[in-house]
T-cell receptor, first 112, second 113 residues
Framework: DVKVTQSSRYLVKRTGEKVFLECVQD?????MFWYRQDPGLGLRLIYF???????EKGDIPEGYSVSREKKERFSLILESASTNQTSMYLC???????????FGEGSRLTVL | DQQVKQNSPSLSVQEGRISILNCDYT??????FLWYKKYPAEGPTFLIS?????DKNEDGRFTVFLNKSAKHLSLHIVPSQPGDSAVYFC????????????FGPGTSLSVIP
């Protein structure tokens, strides 16, 4: 059974803390994505990656960075968490040129 | 400014009837359209897609219709079942980058037994 696994389902952090969200896929997909989901706004793309060590900004990259050192792993980093980054974070992967994303179960982050 | 719009935040339908979920888009560069379904506490799952060269695509109980001139697409579910109750996201990607998928805000569908 193919899978996208996110390391933490629920996190609570304090303002200013550094936060790491990890994502691993076992489908050998080239593309990996980080979205955040907020009520009334749908899923907004933060960053994506077409290949190892490659990254591109999505629509809302401010306050975030990413790392892709291995094909199967894509990490989202919040250097200094703020309360407006409280959200559901969704990692996804896809084969090239399909647009058909496979999502993880999500990581709900609360920043106090 | 949202490029993919779903103007109905919620929809309730009786079991066995048709559910119609609507989606509008503003970017004429969008070339490929998808619908995703999301249950609570789970990630979205791909449901059905349509290329801009088509106006209809059918998969079992699910049919997607595309009207390019109106920049409008719709998802029809017939017959609706209680297990279809979920949030449905419309999504689109441009011909310049099929991998960059833009999502709408979602419509929450409730199918009443």
């Amino acid at each position: 059974d193919v899978k996208v696994t996110q390391s933490s389902r629920y996190l609570v952090k304090r303002t200013g803390e550094k936060v790491f969200l990890e994502c691993v896929q076992d489908m050998d997909h080239e593309n990996m994505f980080w979205y955040r989901q907020d009520p009334g706004l749908g899923l907004r793309l933060i960053y994506f990656s077409y290949d190892v060590k490659m990254k591109e900004k999505g629509d809302i990259p401010e306050g975030y960075s990413v790392s892709r050192e291995k094909k199967e792993r894509f990490s989202l980093i919040l250097e200094s968490a703020s309360t407006n980054q409280t959200s559901m974070y969704l990692c996804a992967s896809s084969p090239q040129n399909t647009g058909e994303l496979f999502f993880g179960e999500g990581s709900r982050l609360t920043v106090l | 400014d949202q490029q993919v719009k779903q103007n109905s935040p919620s929809l309730s339908v009786q079991e066995g009837r048709i559910s119609i979920l609507n989606c509008d888009y503003t970017n004429s560069m969008f070339d490929y359209f998808l619908w995703y379904k999301k249950y609570p506490a789970e990630g979205p799952t791909f449901l059905i897609s349509i290329s801009s060269i088509k106006d209809k695509n059918e998969d079992g109980r699910f049919t997607v219709f595309l009207n390019k001139s109106a920049k409008h697409l719709s998802l029809h579910i017939v017959p609706s079942q209680p297990g279809d109750s979920a949030v449905y996201f419309c999504a689109a990607s441009p011909k310049t980058s099929y991998d960059k998928v833009i999502f709408g805000p979602g419509t929450s569908l409730s199918v009443i037994p």
